[in-house]
């Protein structure tokens, strides 16, 4: 049960910083250079959608952190710890929490970066934008509870592949 709540409110901080860090299109006014078109409106100091994405960053990392705690308790008790490495499972689980891990380490180099600020910082929270959504890989785990649901596909899959 605690896995799918840590799923519904890590998809729900990914559609949140995702909304967040869009800027708006609108079209181009007369004569306005394309560094004016993109100057960072919605991104000043003390933005309350700046402010925010911070705090969305981290709870990903605390995610990470519960879902690295499964992670470890599934090793520890694996029947075959080998079996386990090889199956899917193992890397369902171990893409559950890695991208937090990168997205910890990011944070911890550079803090949450915002977009539009310079051009070191523009790179650096589009990668920690990445990393936020590679965090959604965790939907895989939902398999587990909703009746395996992969490897009915793969049945289907195969037995249809000559259609």
């Not at 078109?37 to 995610?63: M, N, Q, T």
Request: charged letters at 20%.
């Amino acid at each position: 049960l605690y896995t799918f709540v840590l799923l519904v409110i890590s998809t729900g901080n990914f559609i949140l910083v995702t909304s967040l860090c869009q800027q708006p299109v609108r079209a181009f006014k007369d004569e306005e250079t394309e560094e004016e078109h993109f100057a960072p409106r919605l991104w000043e100091e003390g933005s309350p959608k700046r402010d925010a994405v911070g705090p969305c960053r981290y709870l990903e990392v605390f995610i990470g952190a519960v879902f690295f705690a499964e992670w470890v308790a599934r090793l520890i008790r694996a029947p075959r710890l080998c079996d386990y490495f090889w199956s899917g499972w193992h890397a369902v689980d171990v893409l559950a929490w890695l991208p937090a891990y990168f997205m910890m380490a990011s944070l911890a180099m550079h803090g949450s970066c915002f977009e539009y600020e310079d051009e070191r910082q523009t790179g650096i929270a589009k990668t920690q934008l990445a990393l936020h959504g590679f965090c959604m890989l965790r939907l895989f785990k939902l398999d587990r509870f909703v009746g395996h649901m992969f490897m009915h596909l793969h049945r289907v899959w195969t037995q249809n592949k000559v259609i």
